[in-house]
């Protein structure tokens, strides 16, 4: 923000009779008043006089309650003019309270107040000169609306726009200011000032009209020494900031010897090698290091002497405190710098100088890879901008802002600092406009869980990873709805929508993800339609409502049959049939899926394959089964589901030999090759999925399916070699489960069949060794297990059963 110019230049200067009346001797005074009491007549006086007073105060209260609504904007105007403001402040608040005031007295108390605020806020700082000023804006708006009292046109304008230019409120300051000109040319220079000023601080104002205004100014006749020295500063500031270091110099010659040596010029010149080293690095002339050096060392003195000499000047110490730590940053005295912003920041605390310089700590760390001190001084200078649009800071420019900020943000994105990245995302909110605080935080999400889902765990297990990321994805989609809401009138509102519900179907939240798709589809007539469909109708199978979902998903093949959707639609369809048993229709939909114009390279072709395997597999049409997942895993060998596949077809060829062995009771199983060729089948790939499965659990990458499916094919494989009489690697393989389960109820059923293997091989000791462990790990499981839900047996059961196995070794 701007300083207040009580100072502003002037070409005259009028000198008040009232001022040479206070100049009257003491003694002059003291000696009338004491002749005054001293004489009889003069006592007489002194009581006619009081009683005239008195009389007068009365008929002055009088006139004030019932007057005309013209003698009350009188004497509010010689209130002013006396600068008399407790007295404006309550006489103009009676007025606007008052319903039925005249508009003339309402349009002088609306003058009165700016006025008043105004001299007010002159004689504050910090806070409280902020707040005046605005009370003083607000008048002064009102005033403009309803018309400014005939007379003080100009001088509202004036004041008004003067007002403005201190909230940095730069054009429209402009605006009155050139009004007021226009209706009192005797306002020309200090408008001429002022215009001068708003261009110069202004970021979107105009460096060369700031200087034709300057040089206005400067042709102004009558102008004193203290106005000429403040003009040439003036000009030589905004040749700083038009880049021209000489310039600016050539205007301080032009200051008075008393000029020279204020701080003023100090503070200048100190800016003049400060921008002559800032050049020398853009032009990376390395080999003027000298040059530099000396620049360097000239504006850190200049900027020392006016923080030591300038003690009547606090604006002019914190600008030279700020400007030390910016030089010695340059000069790469890193922890100088530093020190020197600190001190402006506990020293200057209710001035510009004070935010910029934690601003530049901000950065600084940030060079310095100080990651969480960046973000935590840089969220602090966010929460003190209280409004980005509107803030204002003479030495940091909105773009810089913007800039530090994204810079910061994206470098902890790319360093993996998410909590950081959520944290300067969260310190925007309030402050910068949603939604830009909407996308990072929404980016910052997403970028977190697909960290997650696709990083290996540090501490717990993969799934611990998956669901965390689940979690940031619907926090994601959270985000991304409230930017859709906010981008409801723009063209991105759709895409907003769509990005929303894809991150809530990723983190599992299908209940919000159907209710934002079906948002989608009522505002998006055509784009991503199919998708759409087929996306809200996963989403209500997920939910249990496979009747929905057919609704959706049938609207989706039936308007939509050509596009790549509707094929993914049919797989869907077929596993909302099988959840509602309906097995023909699931199977008519597969079979159209492998029938029709897709061909094996497809995704839905392959799907469907590996489905329609499944399926046959699970209805027990073991022949279909068989032909369709041994395509399947001939086709896609590298497919995830293949593990799972060949666990199905050592399923069906140890059916198959079990079968076969039943049709020959009569022909030993171990003697009918056909049914030994059928259980080397069923060996080999269980021994495939097992030498795989295995190298996952050693890798510690396993999922809760994974490990479910692993002790499946183990169990499998047992019952396999037991069949084939390889006795003691069936009991191999069920140690090893025994082994990885310890203290599953899963484990019970391993150490029988361990048993029946002992028992087989005549060694009934150890089989019942075996029986009593399995015993022992019975009685270990917790009471509150069920058991029947994951064996074969209830906890009654399964010592029934050891008992009866004890009994019959």
Known sequence: MPEPQDQVPQATVEKSPERAERRMPEAVRQKGIRALFGSKWGLLALVIGSVVVVAGLGGLAWWWLTGKPEDGATALFEAVDAQDWPTVHEMAAKALADKRADPELLRAALFAQLVAYTAEADRQTGTERHRMLLLAAQFGDQATIVGLPPGREADGLFTLGRTLHYLSRFAESRKYLREAAKLDSQKQPRVNWLMAESHLLDPEGNRQEALRFNQAFLLTP?????????????????????????????????????????????????????????????????????????????????????????????????????????????????????????????????????????????????????????????????????????????????????????????????????????????????????????????????????????????????????????????????????????????????????????????????????????????????????????????????????????????????????????????????????????????????????AGELAPTSLEWRDSLFTVGTLYFRLGRDREALEKLEEAVRRYPQDRRVPEARYFLAELYLRAAVAKASTQPNIPAMQSALTRDLLQSALEELQVIQKELDSQWDRGGTTPATQKLLRNVYFALGDVLYRLGRFGDAINTYVTLTNRLQSEPEVLDAYMQMARCYRAMGRTREAQTTLQQAKIMLNRLPPDVALEKSTPFSREEWQARLAWLERHL
Request: glycine fraction near 6%.
């Open 222 to 594: 009558g102008l004193d020494a203290l106005s000429q020295n403040a003009g040439w500063l003036q000009q030589a500031r905004i040749h700083l900031a038009l880049g021209s270091p000489d310039a600016a110099e050539e205007s301080l010659k032009h200051l008075t010897p008393k000029g020279v040596n204020s701080s003023e010029a100090y503070l200048v010149r100190g800016q003049i090698a400060l921008l002559r080293a800032q050049k020398l690095v853009q032009n990376k002339e390395s080999n003027r290091k000298e040059e530099f050096l000396k620049y360097i060392n000239e504006a850190r003195a200049s900027f020392e002497r006016v923080k030591s000499d300038a003690l009547g000047d606090e604006s002019a110490r914190a600008k030279a405190a700020y400007l030390l730590g910016v030089i010695l940053n340059l000069g790469e005295d890193y922890d100088g710098a530093m020190a020197a912003w600190e001190r402006c920041c506990s020293e200057f605390p209710d001035y510009p100088e004070s935010w910029a310089a934690r601003f530049q700590i901000a950065r600084l760390n940030h060079r310095l890879g100080r990651h969480d001190r960046t973000v935590d001084e840089l969220a602090n200078c966010i929460q003190k901008m209280v409004d980005a649009e509107r803030f204002l800071n003479p030495w940091i420019s909105k773009e810089d802002i913007r800039q530090t900020v994204d810079q910061v943000w994206l470098d902890c994105l790319d360093k993996k600092l998410f909590s950081l990245c959520l944290k300067l995302a969260n310190g925007m909110e309030g402050v910068f406009t949603p939604e830009l605080v909407y996308s990072l935080r929404a980016k910052t999400y997403i970028a977190w869980g697909e960290y997650l889902e696709s990083s290996k765990p540090e501490d717990g297990t993969t799934e611990d990873n998956k669901a965390l990321a689940r979690r940031y994805f619907r926090l994601a989609g959270d985000d991304l709805t409230r930017l859709a809401r906010f981008r409801a009138a723009t063209r991105f509102y759709t895409e907003d929508l769509w990005q929303a519900a894809d991150y809530y179907y990723r983190g599992g939240s299908y209940t919000r993800a159907s209710r934002v798709l079906r948002e989608y589809l009522r505002n998006e007539a055509r784009r991503r339609n199919p998708q759409a469909l087929l996306r809200l109708g996963e989403c209500l199978l997920a939910m249990g409502k496979p009747d929905d979902a057919l609704r959706v998903l049938y609207e989706c093949i039936e308007f939509h049959s050509k596009d790549a959707a509707s094929y993914k639609a049919r797989l869907w369809a077929a596993y909302a049939h099988m959840e509602k048993g309906e097995y023909d229709k699931a199977e008519a939909v597969l079979v159209e899926n492998l």
